[in-house]
C-alpha cells in the first residue's frame, strides 16, 4: 500500500516549493544537458542560461541543436554551445566528451537527461546493444566516465561548489524487475521482452549508475542523485502505440517546464550539495527508489559489466 500511494503522490505531486526563479547566479558554472534539444532538456538548458551558465547542448543532430540554440537565444538571450552526442554510438559518446574537454577546464553541472522510450525492438546501438539500455545507461555511463577526470579537477579547483550529476529516470524505475543481462543485447532474451519492460529495466539502471557513482565519488566532492521528473508530454513518447499513449494520456497532465524543476532543484541549489545518493520525485522532492537501486552487490554488478563494455570497445 506505501509504495502505491508514493507512486500515486509522484503521479499527482503537490505543488513545488522549488521554482526556476529560485537558481542562484550561475556566472562562471559550466553545464552539459543531454537531449536538450526538446522537452524536458530544452526547458532545463534554457533555465540555466537564464541565470547566467554556460550550457552545452547536447543533440544528436547538429541541424536540430543549431536550431534549438537560435531559439533559446530569442527567448533567453544567451547563447547555448552545440555539442554533437549521439548515446546510441560509443564512437560518438568518445568524441563529444573529447570535444567537450577541448573547450573546458570545468564541468559544475551535467544533467544525464536525454533517453529513449520504447522504439521498435528491431533497434540497436550502433555498437549492438538493446537501444534503450544501449542510449539510455550504457553511452550515458561512458560518458560520465571520461568527463570524470573534468569534473574531479572542478571538485579540487572550487571548494566552494560540488560538482553535480544528474541522472533523469523515471517514475517506472520503481516498478522494474531485477536486471537481466541476457537482454543487453539482442537474442531470445531480449525478443521475449515488450519495450515497455525493456524501457522500465533501462530507467532502473540509471538509479543504479547514480548510486553507485555516489558511493565511489562522493568522497571527492562530487554529487550524483537520480530523479523521476514526473509524467510529462514530450517527444519521448513518440515511439508508443496509440492504445498506449491514449491510457497514459490520461496521467499526462504536466508541460516539459514542470518537468525541468527538480532536476533543476539538484543541478543548482545550495540543497543539491546534499543530495548526493538521493533519488527525488516531482516537484522538487526526496523519495524512494526501487529497493534493487540500494543493492550494493547488484550496483557493482551492473558498474563491472559497464566497465567491461566500455574496455572492450577502447580496446577495439
Known amino acids: ?72 537565444k530569442i527567448e533567453t538571450g544567451k547563447e547555448g554551445v552545440l555539442l554533437e552526442l549521439d548515446l546510441s554510438d560509443l564512437h560518438s559518446v568518445k568524441k563529444a566528451a573529447e570535444e567537450f574537454q577541448s573547450r573546458e577546464k570545468r564541468l559544475d553541472m551535467l544533467f544525464n537527461n536525454a533517453g529513449v522510450m520504447s522504439p521498435p525492438k528491431e533497434q540497436v546501438t550502433a555498437d549492438g546493444y538493446d537501444l534503450q539500455f544501449g542510449a539510455n545507461v550504457l553511452g550515458h555511463f561512458y560518458f560520465t566516465k571520461l568527463l570524470l577526470p573534468t569534473l574531479l579537477e572542478t571538485s579540487k579547483t572550487s571548494p566552494e561548489w560540488k560538482p553535480r550529476v544528474i541522472h533523469t529516470s523515471s517514475i517506472v524505475s520503481s ?38 557513482l555516489a558511493e565511489r565519488y562522493g568522497e571527492q566532492g562530487i554529487i550524483s542523485c ?73 550496483r557493482k554488478e551492473l558498474w563491472t559489466w559497464l566497465d567491461e563494455q566500455v574496455d572492450k570497445f577502447e580496446s577495439s
Do not use: C
Open 1 to 72: 500500500m506505501g509504495s502505491y500511494l508514493s507512486l500515486l503522490s509522484e503521479s499527482y505531486p503537490p505543488k513545488s516549493r522549488f521554482a526556476v526563479d529560485d537558481i542562484p547566479d550561475l556566472s562562471g558554472k559550466v553545464a552539459i544537458v543531454t537531449g536538450a534539444t526538446s522537452g524536458i532538456g530544452k526547458e532545463t538548458a534554457k533555465a540555466l542560461l537564464s541565470h547566467n551558465a554556460k550550457v552545452y547542448v547536447g543533440s544528436r543532430s547538429k541541424e536540430k541543436g543549431e536550431k534549438v540554440i537560435k531559439e533559446m
Open 175 to 212: 516498478l522494474a524487475d531485477p536486471l537481466n543481462y541476457n537482454t543487453f543485447k539482442d537474442g531470445p532474451a531480449r525478443q521475449a521482452k515488450g519495450p515497455r519492460w525493456l524501457y522500465k529495466q533501462s530507467k532502473l539502471g540509471n538509479t543504479m549508475v547514480a548510486n553507485e
Open 226 to 298: 537520480s530523479l523521476n521528473p514526473g509524467n510529462i508530454r514530450t517527444e519521448l513518447r513518440r515511439h508508443m502505440s496509440p492504445t498506449v499513449e491514449n491510457i497514459l494520456g490520461v496521467l499526462t497532465l504536466y508541460p516539459p517546464h514542470l518537468g525541468a524543476l527538480t532536476q533543476l532543484w539538484a543541478g543548482t541549489s545550495p540543497e543539491g550539495a546534499s543530495m548526493n545518493g538521493k533519488y527525488l520525485v516531482p516537484w522538487a522532492r526526496y523519495g524512494n527508489p526501487n529497493p534493487v537501486a540500494l543493492d550494493q552487490q547488484a
